[in-house]
């Protein structure tokens, strides 16, 4: 039989080891996102908004479509980090709240191309940009133009993004623009225009990864590049450089939103207008390079900084507009003529 | 209730793989016989009208095939020095022909990347011997599918082959000499009839394994090469299209099914055939 003492002695311990799984009860925010760049979110972006709104967050890491699925059919997501490609999907099927822009005190620094880039849904938070890489070494004649990809000098040379990724349909638009018309309006001779590429292509890419080893293993030396995957290019081959187009690279961009189903909708707005502000871009700009130019204008950066970044006004200017709305109308044509020209 | 005893151990096991196997099985299956205009079939007329789908549907079945003929003599041979070595060479060979299995199927695939590539071994020895003066294309084609397949399913025919063969009595052997006939004469009539049920089982994994593997089509064929897994996984994972995704698998499991039984068939009529004999 315990004495009085001792039982007080018990319930104290006892109380004082439950006390901190209430006075920790917090509020979860579940973040979906690629997780291969939680290193930099950890600590510049998780960690001191936990700390600002003592709330944990969660991340759910994977691959574009299959977050997006689940976030729209199990739910459970709060915030969702996709491309602009999959964001707009997402926006079709009705998966994202709108955003009320009046709680985002940071909207107003963003470039304008970067506030709605999809109506009144979610902001971008990356800039990135499509393009061409090449080895250097193995022509005399620089690439300066997308219809650079036909020369008969560049048999068996390149790497082209399959019909799937980002990058295919665009291709296309571009094929359309060499044969001097334009894919919408006439996509038969835009893909006609791609059968003539037929000869110069070795092999159609799925991943970033996928590039980076048919660059790195001489079975390429032109790809079509989105920026992001271009230091690991660099990495495997030293040689590949971005080629400087007279038409411009592409804009690529990253968005956030906050799905239907999210049950932390103004936590939700919270994190996002934290993470545009001007110093989560200036970290992400600076630990991610490539891939994470600024969509904040107010962040300055060293020249070393920005090299292989999309920074600035006149860059962000310079690129051309993807047309995302308009690819997906017409994406299951494409893919059909897209099958016809390169999958028999 | 005694009698009821065994039933109630594998009860788990079957609950488990009706919940795990049997019940997502049958939603895909459903999901397929649902159009969007209504009709039972609606999904697999759009299959099979787009010309893209019948061919990658060919391609699918013919890279199977040309995969476990290739796996069939290759793990033929190997089985056949298997069940004739002496004991410890044996015991060597086989776990040297089932060491591939340890490794991933992604690793495996990418060997091949090494081998047949434009700098690969392949490449570089014939451009040393002077047997050609410009790199082979033999990477992203049918052909680098077929072996990097072959490559993957081939120690599975072994492992169904040597267990054939070793039961095969060596008095068969001796006595089909004595009535004279050469030791080609033995292989043919002999030793390769015997062999059919362990052949039949191997293509049988091979072929059912070749059409349903998605690395090595994606690694070595590319979109050039599309098969029905690479095909499927795009309508699924990138277009979003659950309908026809669910289609193309409701396909891939008939065709098994399909060949399986097929298969099976043939081994009894074989089997039969020989009792008459």
Redesign the interface.
């Known amino acids: 039989m315990l004495s009085f003492s001792s039982s007080i002695r018990a319930t104290t311990v006892a109380i004082a080891l439950t006390l901190p799984a209430f006075a920790h009860a917090q509020d979860t925010l579940v973040v979906s996102n690629w997780g291969y760049s939680n290193n930099f979110y950890q600590p510049f972006v998780f960690e001191p908004f936990e700390k600002a709104h003592n709330v944990k967050i969660v991340t759910e890491s994977g691959?574009a479509?299959?977050r997006l699925?689940k976030a729209r059919i199990r739910g459970g997501v709060d915030v969702i980090l996709l491309t602009d490609k999959f964001s707009q999907?997402g926006i079709n099927?009705g998966a994202f709240e709108t955003i009320d822009s009046s709680k985002l005190t940071h909207l107003d620094e963003l470039y304008e191309v970067a506030k709605h880039p999809q109506g009144e849904y979610g902001p971008a938070y990356t800039f990135g940009r499509y393009g061409i890489v090449y080895d250097k070494t193995r022509t005399d004649t620089p690439i300066t133009s997308w219809c650079d990809l036909w020369r008969d000098d560049f048999k068996?040379s390149v790497a082209m993004p399959?019909?799937?990724t980002t990058g295919g349909p665009l291709t296309v638009m571009m094929a359309a623009k060499c044969a001097g018309t334009d894919a919408f309006k006439d996509p038969e001779a835009a893909f006609a225009k791609m059968a003539e590429l037929k000869p110069n292509i070795?092999?159609?890419?799925?991943s970033g990864s996928e590039l980076t080893?048919l660059l790195s293993?001489?079975?390429a030396f032109i790809g079509l590049a989105q920026d992001y995957a271009f230091p690991a290019i660099k990495a495997a081959n030293p040689n590949i450089g971005w080629a400087e187009l007279d038409e411009g690279d592409f804009a690529m961009m990253n968005t956030y939103n906050i799905p239907k189903n999210s049950k932390n909708k103004e936590l939700a707005l919270k994190f996002i207008d934290f993470s545009i502000s001007a110093q989560v871009q200036k970290d992400g700009a600076v630990e991610l390079g490539a891939g994470s130019g600024p969509i904040n204008k107010t962040v300055e950066l060293t020249d070393e900084q920005a090299s292989g970044l999309v920074y600035g006004q006149d860059q962000v200017e310079k690129m051309q507009t993807t047309p995302i709305k308009q690819l997906l109308e017409v994406?299951d044509a494409w893919?059909?003529l897209w099958?016809?020209t390169?999958?028999? | 209730m005694a009698a009821l005893g065994p039933w109630l151990l594998v009860l788990p096991a079957t609950m488990l793989l009706f919940l795990l196997l049997v019940l997502p099985v049958a939603g895909t299956l459903k999901e397929s016989f649902d159009g969007a205009s209504g009709g039972l079939l609606d999904n697999y007329q759009a299959f099979f009208a787009d010309e893209f789908n019948r061919v990658v549907l060919i391609r699918s079945f013919k890279i199977a095939f040309m995969s476990t003929f290739v796996s069939l003599v290759a793990g033929f041979l190997g089985a056949y020095m298997i069940a004739n070595a002496s004991p410890n060479l044996k015991r060597v060979l086989l776990i040297l022909s089932v060491f591939p299995l340890l490794t991933s199927v992604v690793v495996r695939s990418f060997s091949f990347m090494a081998i047949l590539g434009r700098n690969g071994v392949v490449n570089t020895l014939f451009l040393k011997i002077g047997l050609i003066d410009q790199p082979l294309e033999l990477l992203f084609t049918q052909g680098a599918v077929v072996a990097g397949l072959a490559y993957l399913f081939t120690p599975l025919m072994i492992l169904s082959l040597v267990g054939v063969l070793e039961n095969i009595d060596d008095d068969l052997y001796a006595a089909a000499g004595s009535l004279g006939a050469s030791p080609v004469g033995v292989f043919f009539q002999v030793t390769l009839p015997l062999a059919v049920p362990g052949m039949i089982v191997g293509s049988i994994l091979v072929f059912t394994g070749s059409l349903a593997t998605f690395v090595t089509p994606v690694l070595l064929g590319g979109e050039q090469q599309m098969t029905l897994s690479t095909l499927l996984y795009r309508k699924a994972m990138i277009s979003f299209d659950w309908a026809a995704a669910n289609t193309i698998a409701a396909i891939m499991m008939a065709i098994t099914i399909t060949c399986v039984i097929a298969m099976g068939a043939l081994a009894n009529r074989i089997a039969a055939g020989r009792k008459m004999r």
């Open positions: 691959g479509p299959e699925n999907i099927q068996d399959a019909f799937n070795v092999k159609t890419f799925s080893n293993t001489g079975e994406n893919e059909k099958n016809k390169f999958g028999f």
